[in-house]
């Protein structure tokens, strides 16, 4: 007779290999691996102990992949002993799991921006997993937090994924490879997700190319340059103060426009242009940021009153002073800008107290 033993009481994809015995009430003739059948494996390396010749040894080896109860037999009646009385058989089983577990992850949402930073993301094991926690995680784009295990499926984690303000980009969560094992202790495979990430908050710089209007030229270019191409951007979205702000197109660069301010006839003071705040988004939903530029702005036209300081003159008072009170300091007054009837002007002087008073 003969005993068969597995040496290994489970075999997996780590751990493939158990060395197998042979042990006869008497030493076999014509015993070889022919002999012997395997289920689950590979047997090798047969060899005689050099001790007892009642005793054999060989190598069994998993097959990878296989999934259940292994085995190592020997036939009746495959081997005699000296004397030529046929053997009866033995065999010895193994649980045998060679089948590496796998993940699918699975980042639900399929872009996140500034207004919507959070996504669920979903661990799907072929085997319920060991070992597997946060640490065996890796995310880009974002934070993974609140790893949970699924009350209804061992084999079902779910996290929250949290991009990162600021980034722009392709963002991933990934398990690492190695990570994990199944309840046999086979080593875990790897898998991803990748989700489009946008928080860029985008921006506009509003500029009025004009220092200064007046009355004489009241009209300025404005430019509005975006970081990036905005959309639903009209002129209802900007603010115009001590003027009006017509004409905005854009150009042929999509993220600039332009427009005419224009300054309100009689009004002093500074005018300004402004984009509020969330008035306009980027291609990926982001709500912008507002910004604004100023003008200093004088179209109030400056006045002039003539005083002749005598009511009457004869030829025994031929002369009388003159003043010319300005609303605003004049400039560039002088004698060619008067025009007198019936005498003559001179001595044009401005007042030492009052620059608006000649």
Known sequence: SVV????????????????????????????????????????????????????FTATFTATDGFTGTGSVSVANASYTDTAGNAGSGASDAVPIDTVA??????ILDTRL?????????????????????LADITAVGGTLSGLTISPFD??????????????????SVAVTAGTYTDAAGNSG??????????????????????????SGDNVSTVSFTFSDA???????????????LTGLTPTADPKVFTATFTAFPGFTGTGS???????????????????????????????????????????????????????????GFDLTDITAVGGTLSGLTISPFDPRVY
């Open 4 to 55: 068969v033993d597995i040496a290994d009481a489970s075999l997996n994809s780590g751990d493939k290999v158990s060395a197998v015995t042979f042990t006869f009430s008497d030493a076999p003739a014509g015993f070889d691996l022919t002999d012997i059948t395997a289920v689950g494996g590979t047997l090798s390396g047969l060899t005689v102990s050099p001790t007892d010749p009642k005793v």
């Open 101 to 106: 577990p796998s993940v699918v992850v699975d």
């Open 113 to 133: 921006t500034s207004g919507d930073k959070l996504s669920f993301v979903t661990f799907t094991f072929s085997d319920p997993p060991v070992g597997f926690t």
């Open 154 to 171: 061992p084999r079902v984690y779910s996290a929250t994924f949290t991009a990162t303000d600021g980034f722009t980009g392709t963002g």
């Open 189 to 214: 495979g790897g898998g991803s997700d990748t989700v489009a990430i946008d928080t860029v908050v985008p921006s506009v710089v509003v500029d009025i190319l004009d220092t200064g209007l007046n």
């Open 230 to 244: 905005p959309v639903g951007f009209t002129g209802a979205d900007i603010t115009a103060f001590g003027g009006t």
């Open 273 to 331: 242009v402004s984009v509020a705040t969330a008035s306009y988004t980027n291609s990926s939903g982001n709500l912008g940021t507002g910004n604004s530029d100023t003008v200093a702005i004088g179209t109030v036209g400056p006045s002039v009153a003539v005083d002749i300081l005598d009511s009457r003159l004869s030829g025994a008072d031929k002369v009388s002073f003159v003043t010319f009170t300005f609303s605003d300091a004049p400039v």
